[in-house]
Nanobody, 120 residues
């Protein structure tokens, strides 16, 4: 149905920046809402940011002012720009889009995850 490819994770020092990408391909019409989750060791999975098809965004309080979600609808790609990174931002980040498929159905996908490590 659809393939999701995440990229952009890595290792940075505190205060650094990373940009995550989530590209979707396959039999899709569009990406509706895209959610970004992170899973830190020993912690519950956390919804970090979301962006709707119309570009409306929401963020968990801990990343407001530092993270920015954006999207390129023509490329079926969604981004998460992460600035002023903190050690507590460390974790595996997953993109989870709600996809509108060409057959008219919808499907919640999940990327393979990308590791973000922020050193103090």
């Amino acid at each position: 149905q659809a393939d999701l490819v995440e990229s952009g994770g890595g290792f940075v020092q505190a205060g650094g920046s990373l940009r995550l990408s989530c590209s979707v391909s396959g039999s899709i019409s569009s990406i509706d809402v895209m959610e970004w989750y992170r899973q830190a060791p020993g912690k519950e999975r956390e919804l970090v940011a979301s962006i709707t098809g119309g570009g409306n965004t929401n963020y968990v309080d801990s990343v407001k002012g530092r993270f920015t979600a954006s999207r390129d609808n023509a490329e079926n790609t969604v981004y998460l720009q992460m600035n002023s990174l903190k050690p507590e931002d460390t974790g595996v980040y997953y993109c989870e889009p709600n996809l509108l498929l060409r057959d008219g159905s919808t499907w919640w996908g999940r990327g393979q995850g990308t590791q973000v490590t922020v050193a103090s």
